[in-house]
């Protein structure tokens, strides 16, 4: 009898060792569906009315808090979906759709908690750019999760979730034809390194982006390029004043056709119109050579721009000009260029001139210059919308990339 028992042990034992191996095979086995995963890229392979969906063989922990998703190709829709699931989510289901589970999607900038009606979180995200997702590990706390989500290395928000990261996974979800992504699953994140975020994005000068891509420094236009209301417009989230006067960019590929234009606007400016066509604004048009300022038309100017070529602009403040932005510069004798610029300011306003003029602008009027490969091209005397000119450029054709330096005098 004790043989027998014996025999039965061994047996149960044998079995629940199998059981131990088949939970632990299945629990560190990836899971997709309508995807096809080669090396580290994921593509969808459905008929855009399905999801598809990938769930990582392992979840978070202390030692690998967070991944990455670089969007490759965002299909038709970009509807591509970056978070944190359950172990067995059903896969059919974008991230964050269903209980238990947070996901950032690219195609609306929602946030998705358990739920298929989204909150406005972030930007929208398109090819090239990087999304992240991790867990604040020293904010666990009464069975709660940090989650933290990025952009291009940049912290975007976070949510607070219920459970432990030992039951949140890494998913990526899909849902258009075309759509393929690289997946880091032990990427890092400088969290607690200062500087470290501003190394490859300078997205916190812009105020405003619309159709126009920021990586760095560079800027590349991500609109459809087909008619005149398909401007792309960035505008500098400060106005130029008494210390910050002067902006360059340098066209590094001219696209298309070049629509490039540089310039100044006044704040909330139409985002469908190049600076220099509306009102408020003033601009140097690179296709044309031509100066637009507050209409359709305009006035010949300068020489055409081309790749390569360097484009800036400026404002030459009087002395006593008073901003009425709520700057609080009073540095009333700063001079307005510094000695060591390096635009050769041929049209640079002498002392007598600032004297005579200081009276008739009345702080209202200034004189806006623009230059080319480092030298001025002309200048114009325009009245400063309130709250300030703001440095604003606009592009209207595919392929348009350009590199921004909106303090070159600094330093």
């Known amino acids: 009898m004790d043989d027998i028992n014996l025999h039965y042990r061994f047996l149960n034992w044998r079995r629940r060792i199998r059981e131990i191996r088949e939970v632990g095979a299945v629990r560190y086995r990836e899971r997709f569906k309508r995807m096809l995963r080669d090396g580290d890229v994921l593509s969808y392979q459905g008929n855009s009315d399905e999801v598809g969906c990938y769930v990582a063989p392992r979840p978070l922990s202390k030692g690998n808090c967070y991944f990455e998703v670089t969007i490759v190709d965002t299909g038709v829709r970009g509807m591509i979906a970056v978070g944190l699931v359950p172990q067995y989510y059903k896969l059919d289901h974008q991230p964050g759709w269903l209980p ?190 031509k100066l637009f300022q507050g209409s359709g038309v305009g006035d010949a100017f300068g020489p055409r721009c081309f790749e390569g070529d360097v484009m800036g602009c400026g404002i030459m403040f009087p002395r006593d000009y008073i901003l009425d932005s709520g700057d609080d510069s009073d540095d009333g004798d700063l001079e307005v260029w510094p000695k060591q610029r390096r635009v050769q300011n041929e049209l640079y306003m002498n002392d007598e001139d600032e004297e005579e003029d200081g009276e008739e602008q009345e702080g209202s009027k200034v004189m806006v210059f623009f230059t080319r490969n480092g030298k001025v091209v002309g200048r114009r005397e325009v009245a400063v919308p309130a709250g300030g000119f703001y440095p604003t450029i606009g592009m209207m054709s595919t392929g348009e990339k350009i590199r921004v330096d909106l303090h070159p005098l600094s330093g």
Not at 103 to 123: C, E, I, M, R, S
Not at 152 to 178: C, D, F, Q
Not at 267 to 281: D, F, L, M, V
Request: aromatic share 8%.
């Open 100 to 289: 238990h589970s947070v996901a950032y999607h690219a195609d609306d900038g929602k946030l998705y908690n358990g739920n298929t009606v989204g909150q406005q979180f972030g930007p929208k995200c398109n090819r090239g750019d990087r999304i992240g997702c991790g867990i604040y590990l020293e904010s666990l706390e009464d069975g709660r999760t940090t989650v933290l989500f990025t952009k291009n290395g940049k912290e975007v928000g976070t949510v607070v979730v219920p459970g432990s990261p030992e039951a949140l996974y890494p998913a990526v979800g899909m849902h258009s034809l075309g759509e393929e992504v690289q997946l880091d699953l032990q990427a890092e994140w400088g969290m607690e390194e200062d500087g470290l975020m501003m190394v490859d994005s300078h997205e916190d000068e812009w105020g405003r982006l619309h159709d126009v891509r920021v990586t760095g420094t560079l800027l590349e236009y991500v609109g459809k390029g087909k008619s005149i209301v398909d401007v792309g417009l960035a505008q500098s989230r400060l106005p130029l004043n008494t210390r910050c006067h002067y902006y360059e960019l340098e066209i590094t590929d001219a696209g298309e056709k070049c629509y490039i234009a540089l310039g100044l606007a006044r704040r909330n400016y139409p985002k469908n119109r190049h600076p220099g066509w509306s009102r408020g604004s003033i601009a140097y048009h690179a296709d044309d050579g």
